[in-house]
């Protein structure tokens, strides 16, 4: 650290980030670069907000190996498609994947007011510890409007919403009733 006219040599934590090699049935599909933590959430949320694969593949049967890069393998009977992607303005050079949803609207009765919102992003802002260790992490949550059920971090913004989104999947805990909290902007193509 440098002041007027001396220095400090101190030690300071970095977040890591790790190269995600996404293999469907073998085959390399996709790369990305995430935090190597939640990965498992991270390939189901991706690949399922994306649509990647089209038919039967089985997240309890995906294989992941932690080495220089995180290899995960994907089982699948479904076709892969990758029709559509384009790269995002994400620090690393995110990747998105054009698709047409159903334009249907999404009917939910909850409701949070506004000082239990503020209460619950507090919360939610104090509990992120990477972005406390290394002050550059990004943040997402799952929260039924008090409690938070799932909260997901990651250099990547889009990373840390895919693996919130992941973790409901797997748990199976149903989006009804449940809001998403995520530290920095929501970009056009989440």
């Known amino acids: 650290r440098m002041t007027e006219g001396d220095h400090l040599e101190l030690s300071d934590p970095v977040a890591i980030e790790k190269r995600l090699r996404i293999l469907v049935n073998g085959k390399e599909v996709l ?28 997240a309890e049967r995906m294989t992941i190996q932690y080495d220089r890069d995180i290899l995960v393998d994907i089982p699948s009977e479904g076709e892969v498609s990758l029709e559509g992607g384009a790269i995002t303005s994400g620090c690393a ?34 509990s992120s510890e990477l972005y406390k260790l290394t002050g550059c992490i990004h943040n997402a949550a799952i929260s039924d409007g008090k409690n938070i059920i799932v909260l997901a971090e990651d250099i990547g913004r889009h990373n840390a919403v895919d693996k919130v989104i992941g973790y409901c999947i797997l748990e199976s805990v149903p989006f009804q009733g449940k809001i998403m909290l995520v530290s920095g902007r929501l970009s056009s193509e989440m």
């Open 93 to 126: 050079g995110g990747v998105t994947f054009e698709r047409n949803p159903e334009n249907k609207s999404i009917e939910d009765d909850l409701r949070v007011e506004r000082d239990g919102l503020r209460e619950l992003f507090h919360k939610f802002q104090k």
């Open 31 to 58: 790369r990305l670069y995430c935090t190597p933590t939640m990965v498992r959430e991270l390939v189901v949320g991706f690949f399922m907000t994306e649509g990647i694969i089209k038919g039967n593949w089985c």
